[in-house]
């Protein structure tokens, strides 16, 4: 588990929406609490969050940018592809990162070990040291809110930030549209 940020991916029945905090951490201090730690990639076809060190994630995203444009915007073909590249590099599987990426069909979380996990549910997904209190109040709020995507994402990453000293109430988010 990585400390110092959460992030939530929804892929809902009408949106696929990732949050994320803004929160970044050195050992017990804030560095900063509005850092962006999530992104539109593929054309602004995929999303994607990171949880982990700010550089490696940043490096992880452009590699992983490569794979979509070289499998021409397949994310199933890409996840595979690149976790194959993460985990036979000695360098790379020593990132400290962890990534979820999705579009409207798929949503995945990607390690250095070369995992690539669909979630059992195939529609929420967290990383992060406040993942698990994330993913705990969105499926709570999915079975019984009525929120749109998009909220039931900021309110989970909300509970997450009142319950993790790592993550902030400085959430962003990005969506999808289906259709779009």
Not at 86 to 103: F, G, P, Q, S
Not at 113 to 134: H, K, L, R, T
Not at 144 to 149: G, N, Y
Request: aromatic letters at 8%; glycine letters at 10%; one cysteine or more.
């Amino acid at each position: 588990m990585f400390d110092a940020t959460t992030i939530l991916a929804y892929k809902g029945k009408n949106k696929a929406v990732i949050g994320g905090d803004g929160q970044v951490t050195f050992g017990d201090s804030v560095l900063k609490g509005n850092a962006t730690k999530i992104r539109k990639l593929g054309s602004g076809k995929i999303l994607a969050g990171f949880a982990g060190s700010t550089a490696d994630a940043f490096n992880l995203f452009d590699m992983f940018e490569e794979f979509l444009e070289d499998k021409k915007g397949d994310l199933l073909k890409s996840v595979i592809e690149f976790s194959k590249a993460w985990r036979k590099d000695k360098v790379l599987r020593r990132l400290e990162a962890m990534m979820i990426v999705l579009n409207n069909k798929h949503i995945f979380i990607l390690t250095g070990n070369g995992d690539v996990v669909e979630p059992e549910d195939g529609e929420i997904a967290s990383i992060g040291s406040g993942g698990n209190y994330a993913i705990s109040a969105a499926r709570a709020l999915k079975k019984h809110a009525k929120l749109d995507e998009e909220e039931l994402v900021k309110e989970s990453l909300g509970v997450a930030a009142d319950l993790c000293i790592y993550t902030n109430h400085n959430i962003k988010t990005l969506i999808l549209e289906k259709g779009k």
